[in-house]
């Protein structure tokens, strides 16, 4: 009974110290000078991160994209993790990717942890591509 209850005590400091929620927020600086700024969160259980909210905007414009939930395709790559939503016309793109050169599974980033994304603008057969620094965001 003893063991149990040990068991159970360390299962409950585990789960309480767990992140409830993930993601990335990024800035970067397209080719004409102007600063952009992307925000990812997921909904994270045990051992899954499904995408919550992806928001991307520019010091120009302000909010540019607000995507959500099922209207979010995430795509664990080689070396990378791909966050593929539709474009609209604010952000002038038919299909807007994010990726963050991070692989989930393989890798741990903690709090504040630095790598780089990219963000790619598809309109047309043609892309812009904004390099990213994201800094890793974990919520308990």
């Given at each position: ?68 939930d099922l ?13 593929v939503v ?38 047309e057969g ?15």
């Amino acid at each position: 009974m003893k063991n149990l209850v040990v068991k159970l005590v360390s299962m409950a400091m585990v789960v309480g110290t767990a992140a409830f929620g993930s993601g990335y927020k990024c800035s970067g600086t397209d080719f004409t000078g102007t600063e952009w700024s992307v925000k990812m969160y997921n909904h994270t259980s045990v051992e899954t991160r499904v995408p919550s909210v992806l928001v991307i905007s520019n010091e120009d414009q302000g909010t540019l994209l607000l995507r959500k939930d099922l209207e979010i395709k995430k795509a664990n790559r080689r070396n990378t993790v791909q966050f593929v939503v539709e474009g609209n016309r604010k952000i002038d793109s038919d299909s807007v990717i994010f990726q963050v050169t991070h692989k989930e599974g393989r890798e741990t980033l903690e709090e504040g942890e630095v790598v780089s994304g990219q963000l790619i603008l598809v309109k047309e057969g043609s892309k812009q591509v904004i390099d990213l620094e994201c800094s890793r965001y974990l919520k308990n």
